[in-house]
């Protein structure tokens, strides 16, 4: 009799966990008046955030020091609702995350992956489960300035999208030996942990995290659009070490940081991790709307290795007085010493040198054993809310990968996209767009088969695509 009882509660606490959850559901389509804005230091966040994937202009390595984390999904409410809520909340302990799939019709047709090298819809003409994603998270209160106070997150994500987030010796085996179209990558394992009483603010992150600067990130919410930059595309993803983080004031903020490379786990050992080095500075001005954020973001013998990028970044935000226009830049350069030259004319010992999953480069002189491959790439993004469900994108940017070692073609590109985000609610996100590329110096686009290595077939490639995220 004991027994049934226990059952028969336990279906009753189900079904009054998923009551509550539907209840969220229809409470967050149904929408509510907008409440007081949460406390804060510093200046007022610049844009709002829906329908833009940022309220703060955002950086990597640490929480925005100063702003509330406002992090708060059906799920999560479900649970706060029931039995132990309060237990829950005051744990801060949150578990949330997202469904993510797109459909997308290109010129490009050959083969599979005739799209690439656009990122992350390079399948073409196809519907792709793109990432699906759980996240375990605590923030630090770091509004506060009197005691200290920690952190944590654990993401993983499952999907397409794994192929660029995998770090070697992250259960990378997947894609570096296997080439799974679909696989599972720990993206990020960290922990953070705040000190008020450094200067205005001082927070350590310990273990993997995303590279500290750029516009765009992994994780699909984080973005304005669906499909990727070029320049996004094929820089550092992430980083696995140490990160100090420290806001001066309201106007300045300094990092510095140690790492075991650009998506490579320590334990791997040279030549691929490496001591590597990353400072930043970032400044604040006009109460918050301009922002000016210069990183040196991986330093080390520069050596070639596993996705051993030396590389330098400029990012400015600025919102355009009290409208609703705001734009985004960021500028990149990078390179790498000892790059294999993998050109038809390269002596033939040069191969031999190649490592799994690291190109090689079209070295300027054929007959080059190796030589340092660089590129440089710069994105502009220009945003308009129209309303708190609705935005529009206008991205345009230049990429000179100049040795062919990023991209696996020599040549320059431009790309073009219009598109537009639509909320309903605050758990479903629709992002349709247009986009058109072009390659200068030589066809990129349209391989007959790119794992086999064969060179695209066309210069130029119009993509209409469009995602759609659901949120628990």
């Given at each position: 009799?004991?027994?049934?009882?226990?059952?028969?509660?336990?279906?009753?606490?189900?079904?009054?966990?998923?009551?509550?959850?539907?209840?969220?559901?229809?409470?967050?389509?149904?929408?509510?008046?907008?409440?007081?804005?949460?406390?804060?230091?510093?200046?007022?966040?610049?844009?709002?955030?829906?329908?833009?994937?940022?309220?703060?202009?955002?950086?990597?390595?640490?929480?925005?020091?100063?702003?509330?984390?406002?992090?708060?999904?059906?799920?999560?409410?479900?649970?706060?609702?029931?039995?132990?809520?309060?237990?829950?909340?005051?744990?801060?302990?949150?578990?949330?995350?997202?469904?993510?799939?797109?459909?997308?019709?290109?010129?490009?047709?050959?083969?599979?992956?005739?799209?690439?090298?656009?990122?992350?819809?390079?399948?073409?003409?196809?519907?792709?489960?793109?990432?699906?994603?759980?996240?375990?998270?605590?923030?630090?209160?770091?509004?506060?300035?009197?005691?200290?106070?920690?952190?944590?997150?654990?993401?993983?994500?499952?999907?397409?999208?794994?192929?660029?987030?995998?770090?070697?010796?992250?259960?990378?085996?997947?894609?570096?030996?296997?080439?799974?179209?679909?696989?599972?990558?720990?993206?990020?394992?960290?922990?953070?942990?705040?000190?008020?009483?450094?200067?205005?603010?001082?927070?350590?992150?310990?273990?993997?995290?995303?590279?500290?600067?750029?516009?765009?990130?992994?994780?699909?919410?984080?973005?304005?659009?669906?499909s990727h930059s070029i320049l996004y595309t094929f820089d550092a993803s992430t980083q696995t070490g140490i990160n100090v983080t420290t806001r001066l004031n309201d106007h300045w903020m300094i990092q510095l940081g140690l790492s075991a490379g650009n998506d490579v786990?320590?334990?791997?050992?040279?030549?691929?991790?490496?001591?590597?080095?990353?400072?930043?500075?970032?400044?604040?001005?006009?109460?918050?709307r301009d922002n000016h954020y210069a990183c040196l973001n991986s330093l080390n013998s520069g050596k070639y290795a596993y996705n051993n990028l030396q590389s330098v970044y400029y990012t400015w935000y600025r919102k355009f007085g009290d409208s609703r226009w705001h734009?985004?830049?960021?500028?990149?350069?990078?390179?790498?010493?000892?790059?294999?030259?993998?050109?038809?004319?390269?002596?033939?010992?040069?191969?031999?040198?190649?490592?799994?999953?690291?190109?090689?480069?079209?070295?300027?002189?054929?007959?080059?054993?190796?030589?340092?491959?660089?590129?440089?790439?710069?994105?502009?993004?220009?945003?308009?809310?129209?309303?708190?469900?609705?935005?529009?994108?206008?991205?345009?940017?230049?990429?000179?990968?100049?040795?062919?070692?990023?991209?696996?073609?020599?040549?320059?590109?431009?790309?073009?996209?219009?598109?537009?985000?639509?909320?309903?609610?605050?758990?479903?996100?629709?992002?349709?767009?247009?986009?058109?590329?072009?390659?200068?110096?030589?066809?990129?686009?349209?391989?007959?088969?790119?794992?086999?290595?064969?060179?695209?077939?066309?210069?130029?490639?119009?993509?209409?695509?469009?995602?759609?995220?659901?949120?628990?």
């Amino acid at each position: 009799m004991g027994s049934s009882d226990s059952s028969s509660q336990q279906k009753e606490a189900y079904g009054r966990f998923f009551h509550r959850l539907s209840k969220a559901y229809r409470d967050d389509w149904k929408g509510t008046a907008p409440g007081a804005d949460p406390v804060r230091r510093g200046y007022p966040a610049p844009v709002d955030g829906p329908p833009f994937p940022i309220s703060d202009w955002p950086y990597g390595g640490s929480p925005v020091i100063g702003a509330p984390w406002t992090q708060s999904s059906p799920f999560m409410e479900a649970i706060w609702r029931g039995p132990h809520g309060e237990a829950w909340k005051k744990s801060g302990v949150q578990i949330y995350g997202w469904f993510n799939a797109g459909c997308n019709v290109s010129t490009s047709h050959k083969s599979r992956y005739a799209n690439f090298p656009e990122a992350y819809t390079e399948v073409a003409d196809a519907c792709i489960p793109d990432q699906q994603v759980l996240h375990i998270e605590r923030q630090p209160d770091t509004v506060q300035t009197e005691h200290f106070d920690w952190g944590f997150r654990v993401t993983n994500l499952y999907g397409l999208d794994y192929r660029f987030t995998t770090a070697k010796g992250y259960f990378s085996d997947q894609l570096l030996k296997k080439n799974r179209e679909y696989g599972y990558a720990p993206v990020m394992a960290y922990v953070d942990l705040y000190f008020p009483q450094f200067a205005d603010g001082m927070n350590v992150r310990i273990g993997r995290y995303s590279s500290l600067p750029d516009i765009e990130a992994q994780l699909a919410p984080n973005n304005y659009t669906y499909s990727h930059s070029i320049l996004y595309t094929f820089d550092a993803s992430t980083q696995t070490g140490i990160n100090v983080t420290t806001r001066l004031n309201d106007h300045w903020m300094i990092q510095l940081g140690l790492s075991a490379g650009n998506d490579v786990a320590p334990w791997v050992g040279e030549p691929d991790a490496q001591p590597t080095f990353n400072g930043c500075v970032r400044f604040t001005g006009q109460e918050g709307r301009d922002n000016h954020y210069a990183c040196l973001n991986s330093l080390n013998s520069g050596k070639y290795a596993y996705n051993n990028l030396q590389s330098v970044y400029y990012t400015w935000y600025r919102k355009f007085g009290d409208s609703r226009w705001h734009t985004a830049t960021e500028w990149w350069y990078m390179w790498e010493k000892n790059v294999p030259n993998i050109a038809p004319s390269a002596p033939p010992g040069a191969a031999a040198l190649l490592i799994t999953g690291a190109n090689g480069a079209f070295c300027d002189h054929p007959a080059a054993l190796t030589c340092t491959a660089t590129e440089t790439a710069v994105v502009n993004y220009v945003e308009r809310q129209f309303s708190k469900h609705n935005y529009m994108t206008i991205r345009n940017e230049y990429v000179d990968d100049m040795a062919g070692q990023r991209t696996g073609t020599k040549t320059k590109y431009s790309e073009h996209l219009l598109g537009w985000g639509h909320w309903i609610g605050t758990t479903i996100l629709l992002r349709p767009e247009i986009r058109f590329e072009h390659s200068y110096n030589r066809p990129a686009y349209d391989s007959p088969c790119l794992p086999c290595g064969l060179p695209g077939t066309k210069k130029s490639q119009l993509t209409v695509a469009s995602d759609a995220m659901f949120f628990f």
